[in-house]
């Protein structure tokens, strides 16, 4: 295989970035569902070689300057529309290159200006198309790895949030199909972590309608979407960059009686991460009263509940963090009591 590799590098090298692009992008162009055995050989050869241009060997180092004139002469030809738009006539492997080498240009920066961003801004609707990609098994993989690659530009992760296309996310995240939903989840995920300041900014003026949905995740008969997004909630409320979020969701009686039931869930993974946004709600100094009220009437009810809580669990910080909320809620005047845990 090292010496396959070396050879195509060697090919490549004597081919300019023009050259290459030129036949790829007259290979894809002829490949319809009728294709041949041998144009879809054509085409899985030069999309071999522009990999190879790419990545190299693992033995011998790419030419980056050759990397860069590749991908701005593969967004000149709009390749990366045609492959996004043809992906489901290619075979497994061939799949998988095109998506590496999307994947290559959409990451590219070149002083800056990527020519992958730029072609995206061009051609905004190649992101509908990779998401639209979800729908079908056999290339949603390869569209979740190139729609990552997008998101890593914070201009094209802006135009996605704030697009029609971000509220459809929530539907995905819950597809039947397991691989499918676990990968559409880990571009949501990528949203909503990579670029914070963005992030913050965007939760901040689409609150309601953001968490309105994402209410819709917490209470999903799915275990894993349920799980998933608990553990995700935890990390953007404890995130520096999200505190106005934070507070606001924390000022929330309804979102603490949701925590409150989901720590009372059959799944101990379920239980321990609603902890973890449990816990944001009783060591908030600034309590509201509705959420002061709310842990008093149910005082007793928690602290039997959580001294008894995940007690064989070995992590220290667990263990310390458990032992501050028990404080926090002891603490409290009690009320008289409810039915709300």
Same mark, same amino acid.
């Given at each position: 295989m090292a010496?396959?590799?070396?050879k195509?590098l ?5 081919k ?6 030129s036949r790829?992008?007259a290979?894809?162009d002829?490949?319809?569902e009728? !294709? ?5 050989e054509e085409l ?6 522009m990999?190879?241009?790419m990545?190299g ?6 030419? %980056?300057?050759?990397a860069?004139?590749l991908c ?6 709009g390749?990366?529309?045609? +492959?996004?738009?043809k992906?489901?006539?290619l075979?497994?492997?061939t799949?998988? #290159?095109a998506?590496q080498?999307?994947g *290559?240009i959409f ?6 200006d990527?020519?992958g961003?730029?072609?995206v ?6 992101l #509908?198309i990779l998401?639209?990609?979800y729908?079908n098994? =056999? ?5 979740g790895?190139?729609?990552?690659d *997008?998101v890593?530009?914070?201009?094209? !992760?802006?135009m ?6 971000f ?5 995905k995240?819950q597809a039947? =199909?397991?691989e499918v939903a ?6 949501f995920?990528? +949203?909503?972590t990579?670029?914070?300041? +963005?992030?913050?900014?965007?939760l901040n003026?689409h609150?309601?309608e953001?968490?309105q949905?994402?209410?819709k995740?917490l209470?999903s008969?799915?275990?894993v979407?349920?799980?998933q997004?608990?553990?995700?909630l ?5 995130d520096?960059?999200?505190?106005k979020?934070m507070m606001?969701?924390v000022?929330d009686s309804?979102?603490?009686q949701?925590?409150m039931m989901?720590?009372? #869930?059959?799944?101990?993974?379920i239980?321990f ?5 449990f816990?944001?709600f009783?060591a908030n100094?600034? %309590?509201?009263?509705?959420i002061?009220?709310?842990?008093q ?9 959580l001294?008894?809580?995940h007690?064989?669990k070995?992590d ?5 963090e458990k032992?501050v909320?028990i404080?926090e809620?002891?603490m409290l005047?009690p +009320?008289?009591? #409810?039915e709300?845990?």
């Open positions: 010496n396959i590799l070396k195509v060697h090919s490549t090298a004597s300019s970035p023009q050259d290459l692009v790829t992008s290979a894809a002829k490949l319809t009728t !294709a041949s055995e041998r144009q879809q899985s050869k030069y999309l071999t070689y990999k190879a241009a990545f060997d693992g033995e011998a180092e790419p030419s %980056k300057d050759h860069v004139l701005w002469e593969a967004c000149k030809v390749l990366p529309l045609v +492959l996004a738009h992906l489901n006539l075979d497994f492997e799949r998988k #290159d998506a080498v999307c *290559c990451r590219m920066d070149s002083n800056a990527g020519p961003v730029r072609f801004h061009e051609h905004p609707e190649i #509908d998401f639209q990609g729908n098994p =056999n290339i949603a993989l390869n569209c790895s190139m729609l990552r *997008c890593r530009d914070v201009s094209l !992760a802006q996605v949030l704030e697009g029609p296309l509220g459809q996310y929530f539907e995240v039947t =199909n397991f676990s990968d559409a989840f880990q571009t995920k990528d +949203l909503l990579r670029h914070k300041p +963005l992030v913050g900014t965007y003026s609150y309601e953001f968490f949905q994402y209410e995740l209470t008969d799915n275990y979407t349920r799980r997004s608990l553990k995700l935890g990390e953007l409320l404890l520096r960059a999200n505190v979020v606001r969701y000022s309804k979102n603490l949701m925590m989901l720590l009372k #869930d059959n799944s101990r993974s239980q991460e609603a902890f973890h946004v816990k944001v009783v100094p600034n %309590k509201t009263e509705k002061t009220g709310l842990l009437h149910n005082k007793d009810k928690l602290l039997r509940y001294g008894d809580f007690t064989d070995d220290e910080q667990f263990k310390e032992a909320i404080k809620i002891s005047e +009320l008289e009591q #409810d709300q845990f």
